[in-house]
Every structure is written in structure tokens, then in C-alpha cells.
């Protein structure tokens, strides 16, 4: 007699060509990501093999009630390690069903500036940063602190291992692993310095690939938490007081930025990227102002600064980059909650595009 599990671990390829889908897309809070499955002929190899799909707006905050359908565009496909077999992850951005991008499809404008020719000849390359913290279920506190009590203070817990300082690495290596099988070009995880808070990469990744590869990351992650009977937050400041906050510090480099001579469009970038400094605070992220104090491995959110292996600064540039003359450099403001779409899409328009004036 089967039992749940062996019947969730079938393998349907030995009786069947057809595979589940899942359409995965962001809702109406703008960091929240949903999802709903359907069967399909497989294998899929293209998202342009999929039908476009849609759902209810009015239940995600999208839509009015009286007219809700919200259009499903299939843009990027992973390999499903929940279902596995020839079963798919689809990320999808939304449309109205005269085929304009409804307001919170921050993917369509990304997609325009990556698809500009003088910025896709530079080839810009991606590596995200993404720190988040583990909550318990039923008191929204991180997991491994003493219910309505603190742990003792910041300094033993990054990058930790043992009992009483890492909390959560079952869900962690998890998550590492099944990113790896879907796909997504993860590059690492570490414990962070606050405990009960993590940190994925992803990257390098070129262009607007880089953004579909965390938002299916976190859809994973959101998954596993799930299971694991734990809460994930973004909240780029989740504790009050002397505890870290939580980033998605942005590493960012271009064709000629990799090439001798780098250092100087680098330079050039950061500074236009200053120029523009309230413009990409507004857009990194809500609630950061809770974690850009000048504290706590930040700058002052009012503040735009840059420096060498400065992780009080806004920019960073890496000792290797100013050693070699080449490289890339790192934007440390966007918060853990920051919509990839945007903040790829942004630094690339600034650094490319935009003429500084």
C-alpha cells in the first residue's frame, strides 16, 4: 500500500509525456511571490513553448474585482526540485489582457534597458548578495533566541558553526542544494552576523537573468521554509537596536569595466551613480532607512560615499579591483526586501545610458 510520500515521489515519465509547470509570478505587495501549477506536454526546453496562463488579480491586490484577469507571460524555466523529473519552475511577469504591463511588473522595464544595445554590448554581469533572516512560526522571532529574550551580542555568530551560534543550516543547505538543481547560478551561502540570519549569492549573472535567478531563488527558499515550519523574512531591519540589518549589497561590472583600463570607467560609473543617489534610494528598497544609520556595516542613507575595501561605504571597491586597475564594484544599499528587477535595471541604465547631466 502506497503511503503520502511515495505517492509525492512518483515518477510520472514512466507512464506519461506530461510534465507540472509551475507558474510562478510576484504579487501586489511587490516582494511577495505566488504560484499555481498546471500539467503540460513535455519535455520544455523554451519558455516560449509554454502557453501565456492568467489568475485573479483582485486576490493578490493586482486587479479590481470586476476586472481581474491578470495575464501570466512565461519569460525563464528552472528545473523543479520539489517535483524533479522533467517538471519545471516558470517564472512569469504579469499583463492585462490587452497586453500592457500592469503597475508592479517591474520585470518589463528591466527588460528594456538589458535589451538596449549600447548596454548589452557591455555584457553586464550581476553577483547578488541576498541576506535574510529565519523567524519561529507562531512568535515572528529569529530562530535559535530565547522566546521574548536576546542571544548574547553580535560577534561569535558569522559564518559560525556549533550549536549555540548556528541556527538553521537544515534549511540553509537545503535551500543551497536545490538551487544548485534548478539551475540558478548560487555561487555560495554564510551565516551572517546577526543569529538566525543567512546569506545566498547568486551570480555573477549577465543582465536581467540575474534578477529571474533570486526571484525564483527566494520562491524556493519560501518553499523550503515551509516545509521546515519556519518563517522567512526580507525585513531589512528585523531586531531594533545594536543587531545587524539585512542587504542585498549588488555587485556590478561591465565589458569595459573587465577590461584594462576598468578602474576609470569604474570611477566614472560611481560617480554618476552619486549624482543619482536619492533616485536609487527610493527605489532599493522599503524600510531601509531602519538600516542605512551609518552603523552596522552601512553608510547614512542621506550620505553617498565610496571607498577601497570600505564596508561603511555606499560603494565598495575591492583591493583586487584597484590592484589590477579592473574588476567590478559593489553597491551596498539596496535592502534585502529591493525588487532585483529594479535594482539591476537601474544601475545598468545609470552607468550606461544616463549621460550624467
Same mark, same amino acid.
Given at each position: 500500500m502506497a503511503n503520502l510520500t511515495d505517492l509525492v515521489n512518483l515518477n510520472l515519465s514512466d507512464c506519461t509525456d506530461s510534465i507540472i509547470a509551475e507558474?510562478?509570478?510576484?504579487?501586489?505587495?511587490? %516582494?511577495?511571490?505566488?504560484?499555481?501549477?498546471?500539467? &503540460?506536454?513535455?519535455? %520544455?526546453?523554451?519558455?516560449?513553448?509554454?502557453?501565456?496562463?492568467?489568475?485573479?488579480?483582485?486576490?493578490?491586490?493586482?486587479?479590481?474585482?470586476?476586472?481581474?484577469? &491578470?495575464?501570466?507571460?512565461?519569460?525563464?524555466?528552472?528545473k523543479d526540485p520539489f517535483r524533479r523529473g522533467d517538471n519545471i519552475l516558470v517564472m512569469c511577469d504579469c499583463y492585462t489582457p490587452q497586453g500592457e504591463p500592469i503597475p508592479t511588473n517591474k520585470r518589463y522595464n528591466a527588460a528594456k534597458v538589458f535589451s538596449h544595445p549600447d548596454v548589452a554590448a557591455e555584457v553586464p554581469w550581476y553577483g547578488i548578495e541576498q541576506e535574510y533572516t529565519l523567524l519561529q512560526k507562531d512568535v515572528s522571532w529569529p530562530i535559535g533566541w530565547p522566546v521574548g529574550g536576546y542571544p548574547g551580542p553580535q560577534g561569535p555568530y558569522y559564518c559560525a558553526a556549533g550549536a549555540d551560534k548556528a541556527f538553521g543550516r537544515d534549511v540553509v543547505d537545503a535551500h543551497y542544494k536545490a538551487c544548485i538543481y534548478a539551475g540558478i547560478n548560487i555561487s555560495g551561502i554564510n551565516g551572517e552576523v546577526?543569529?538566525?540570519?543567512?546569506?545566498?549569492?547568486?551570480?555573477?549573472?549577465?543582465?536581467?537573468?540575474?534578477?529571474?535567478?533570486?526571484? &525564483?531563488?527566494?520562491?524556493?527558499?519560501?518553499?523550503?521554509?515551509?516545509?521546515?515550519?519556519?518563517?522567512?523574512?526580507?525585513?531589512?531591519?528585523?531586531?531594533?537596536?545594536?543587531?545587524?540589518?539585512?542587504?542585498?549589497?549588488?555587485?556590478?561590472?561591465?565589458?569595459?569595466?573587465?577590461?584594462?583600463?576598468?578602474?576609470?570607467?569604474?570611477?566614472?560609473?560611481? =560617480?554618476?551613480?552619486?549624482?543619482?543617489?536619492?533616485?536609487?534610494?527610493?527605489?532599493?528598497?522599503?524600510?531601509? =532607512?531602519?538600516?542605512?544609520?551609518?552603523?552596522?556595516?552601512?553608510?547614512?542613507?542621506?550620505?553617498?560615499?565610496?571607498?577601497?575595501?570600505n564596508r561603511g561605504a555606499s560603494i565598495r571597491v575591492g583591493r583586487d579591483t584597484e590592484k589590477e586597475g579592473k574588476g567590478y564594484f559593489e553597491d551596498r544599499r539596496p535592502a534585502s526586501n529591493m525588487d532585483p528587477y529594479v535594482v539591476t535595471g537601474m544601475i545598468a541604465e545609470t552607468t550606461i545610458l544616463w549621460k550624467g547631466n
Open positions: 507558474y510562478i509570478w510576484i504579487g501586489g505587495s511587490g %516582494i511577495d511571490v505566488r504560484s499555481k501549477a498546471r500539467t &503540460v506536454k513535455g519535455p %520544455i526546453t523554451s519558455p516560449s513553448q509554454l502557453p501565456k496562463w492568467n489568475y485573479d488579480g483582485s486576490s493578490t491586490g493586482q486587479a479590481p474585482g470586476e476586472d481581474s484577469e &491578470v495575464i501570466l507571460y512565461p519569460q525563464a524555466i528552472f546577526m543569529p538566525g540570519q543567512w546569506e545566498f549569492q547568486v551570480g555573477p549573472s549577465v543582465g536581467i537573468s540575474a534578477a529571474d535567478e533570486i526571484w &525564483v531563488a527566494r520562491y524556493i527558499l519560501e518553499r523550503i521554509t515551509e516545509m521546515a515550519g519556519v518563517v522567512l523574512s526580507l525585513d531589512p531591519k528585523p531586531i531594533k537596536g545594536d543587531w545587524n540589518g539585512a542587504g542585498a549589497h549588488t555587485n556590478y561590472s561591465t565589458k569595459s569595466m573587465r577590461e584594462p583600463g576598468g578602474y576609470e570607467v569604474i570611477k566614472k560609473a560611481i =560617480e554618476k551613480l552619486g549624482k543619482r543617489h536619492k533616485e536609487h534610494i527610493a527605489a532599493y528598497g522599503e524600510g531601509n =532607512e531602519r538600516r542605512l544609520t551609518g552603523r552596522h556595516e552601512t553608510a547614512d542613507i542621506n550620505t553617498f560615499k565610496w571607498g577601497v575595501a
